[in-house]
């Protein structure tokens, strides 16, 4: 069971837009930056998403992030085929066993 | 170019001891952070642990503590992460990452290494 809850698939066609939830609580999401991992099928995770709403130099301004209060969103817009991957929420976790905690993924199917 | 490189993958049987590496290249390896993250077959990324170069600062998750050690070398750019005794429970694709911490909390994981395949069976 992951600290951090995510959906665990979302779809949607070529073109269209989808987002992709991450929940948590107080000692996490609430008071930690957010950041966003893609992970194409058979590779490594890649940062897609730093301090909640920033993008690396390189990532396409079609992926986008918000927080808000103890959740935080992905936004995809303009899907393409080689967006289907997996995709992984992380902050910093502030409670007794405080470390690096991630969502458990999102697998993203563009039909 | 920022890159770091994991060593190959490894085939071990249970109780066999390993250490596998991470090497780092286009940036001062010592001004950041390097983490290593598990990752379970078909299954998502686990925090491990994370240590400074620079000075050896290492910081464990609860539930890696005393099963792994992570240390590095800065004389060749090179962090490590090994255990004693391997079990069969330890199969996993095992990644390092470069991040920043600030305050003491971890901001990001980039870039990441390419992942070293991790097989202990008998």
């Known amino acids: 069971q992951s600290v951090l809850t995510q959906p665990p698939s979302v779809s949607a066609a070529p073109g269209q837009k989808v987002t992709i939830s991450c929940s948590g609580s107080?000692?996490?999401?609430?008071?930690?930056?957010v950041s966003w991992y893609q992970q194409l099928p058979g590779t490594a995770p890649k940062l897609l998403i730093y301090?909640?709403?920033k993008r690396p130099s390189g990532i396409p301004d079609r992926f986008s992030g918000s927080k808000s209060g103890t959740s935080a969103t992905l936004g995809i817009t303009g899907l393409q085929t080689g967006d289907e991957a997996d995709y992984y929420c992380?902050?910093?976790?502030?409670?007794?066993?405080?470390?690096?905690?991630f969502g458990g993924g999102t697998k993203l199917t563009v039909l | 170019e920022v890159q770091l490189v994991q060593s190959g993958a490894e085939v071990k049987k249970p109780g066999e001891s390993l250490k596998i590496s991470c090497k780092g290249s286009?940036?001062?390896?010592?001004?950041?952070?390097i983490g290593w993250v598990r990752q379970m077959p078909g299954k998502g990324l686990e925090w491990m642990g994370i240590?400074?170069?620079?000075?050896?600062?290492?910081r464990y998750s609860p539930s890696f503590q005393g099963q792994v050690t992570i240390s590095a070398d800065k004389s060749i750019s090179t962090a490590y992460l090994q255990w004693s005794s391997l079990k069969a429970s330890d199969t996993a694709m095992y990644y390092c990452?470069?991040?920043?911490?600030?305050?003491?909390?971890?901001?990001?994981?980039?870039?990441w290494g390419q992942g070293t395949l991790v097989t202990v069976s008998s």
């Open positions: 990452a470069r991040s920043s911490m600030v305050r003491g909390v971890i901001i990001s994981f980039d870039p």
């Open positions: 286009g940036y001062s390896f010592t001004s950041y952070w």
């Open positions: 240590i400074y170069p620079g000075d050896s600062d290492t």
């Open positions: 107080s000692s996490n999401i609430g008071n930690n930056y």
């Open positions: 301090d909640n709403n």
């Open positions: 992380g902050t910093w976790d502030s409670s007794l066993s405080a470390g690096q905690v």
